[in-house]
């Protein structure tokens, strides 16, 4: 399983940016994937989800402002960042968990960073 994220920068509050993530080495239209996050001296949380059928979860902090999605036809989940603001700074990460239900791994990509100035 190789999860291969891109598309992190450094952008102007307000601005927007696109995430993107290559997913191979499973079967990507069945699975759930993730974004999280992870600031500074913070602990990694939950952004978004997206499900196999399209259904999706976003964070509090995301709702109204960012949007996942997926291509299945290209292994691919984004990530749409809109009016981004300095708290949205960290390091983020797709995701995604395989296996059986009683004992699912996490699977994670390299992470890309994302900087939000004021």
């Known amino acids: 399983v190789q999860l291969q994220a891109s598309g992190g920068g450094l952008v102007q509050a307000g601005g927007s940016l696109r995430l993107s993530c290559a997913a191979s080495?499973?079967?990507?239209?069945?699975?759930?994937m993730n974004w999280y996050r992870q600031a500074p001296g913070k602990q990694r949380e939950l952004v978004a989800a997206?499900?196999?059928?399209?259904?999706?979860n976003y964070a509090d902090s995301a709702k109204g402002r960012f949007t996942i999605s997926r291509d299945n036809a290209k292994n691919t989940v984004y990530l749409q960042m809109n009016s981004l603001k300095p708290e949205d700074t960290a390091v983020y990460y797709c995701?995604?968990?395989?296996?059986?239900?009683?004992?699912?791994?996490?699977?994670w990509g390299q992470g890309t960073l994302v900087t939000v100035s004021s």
């Open positions: 995701n995604t968990r395989i296996g059986p239900p009683s004992n699912r791994r996490n699977y």
């Open positions: 080495g499973f079967i990507f239209r069945i699975d759930t």
């Open positions: 997206i499900t196999a059928d399209v259904a999706t």
